[in-house]
């Protein structure tokens, strides 16, 4: 299959009328969802495979009981326009880790914290830190693949029973599944940006331009953070060389979200749409810490949607929810019948 440039691809924002001219259903992103599901299906790497396996950044959760696995088919049986959002916790178990876990996440392991968005934009020096990490990181990154609740959803989808799904995550995992309905409310790995220009280049193309520009830069990958940064020394990232925009000389920087940064409105308007129109939202895997996610359940709340959350630990939202569920998602989501 031809490789596509994934990165022409901006967020799938309606326009102006009744009908869907969304990002996913554009011919572009069709085409991007082919070669992302068919890439994870060729790969076939011992250590990914091994880590999903061990499940090593999902914190412990009490098994799931007949009861309340009972109580979340009757929820999902009860919808008929399903909004679901997801967060970090629904790629742990595919051996991606996320922040705030209890015992796994990376607040937990280390003292290491994401990099601020204004930090990003004022000092070349980090710019360079974040380069050298995602660098080292990316190859690995990209290879990690769907997991049982992924498929589970994606199949939800193609049955009618997820009318939009919002994802927090920038993994690219739900396309991956073959998911289409999708918004990356905090945008995607796989695509690098000019903060000048806003051209768009796909994440391996830019990582061969990374290669070429540092074809010496060795060093042992040490522990992957939730977004594709492996943890370094600054003495290992003091000679890396980032490039500039080949068509302005911008700075790039991948397409998300940073902390500190904020979601496009069209993007926030677009998905308040979607809670609306919905009969039942799902949250699933997410803390709901982060208000870019928090807010939709918010929403739903004012609307008198109902609300189930399922994730291991507390969330933001819990005084909200008609259902709250601690249970590991690949111990539900595939076990429901839609």
Known sequence: MTKINLLKLKHFIPKQNNTINTYNNSVHCKRSIAFLSSSYQRRDSVEVQAERKSNLFVPPSPPINENDLNKVQNFIDKTKKLFVLTGAGLSTESGIPDYRSEGVGLYARSNSRPMQYKTFLQSAERRRQYWARNFVGWMRYKSFVPNTSHMALSAWERRGKIDWLATQNVDGLHLKAGS????????????????????????????????????????????????????????????????????????????????????????????????????GILCAGSSLEVYSGYRFALAANKWNKPIAIINIGPTRADHLATLKIEAKLGDILPELSV
């Open 180 to 279: 289409e309905r999708v918004t990356e409310l905090h945008g995607s790995l796989h695509r690098v940006n000019c903060l000048s220009c806003n051209n768009v280049t796909d994440r391996n193309i830019f990582q061969e331009k990374l290669i070429k520009l540092n074809p010496d830069f060795i060093t042992k990958q040490g522990a992957m953070g939730p977004d594709g940064d492996t943890l370094l020394s600054e003495n290992e990232m003091k000679d890396f060389d980032v490039p500039e925009c080949e068509v302005c000389g911008g700075i790039l920087k991948p397409n998300i979200v940073f902390f500190g940064d904020n979601v496009e409105k069209t993007i926030v308007g677009y998905l308040m749409n979607q809670v609306e129109k919905a009969d």
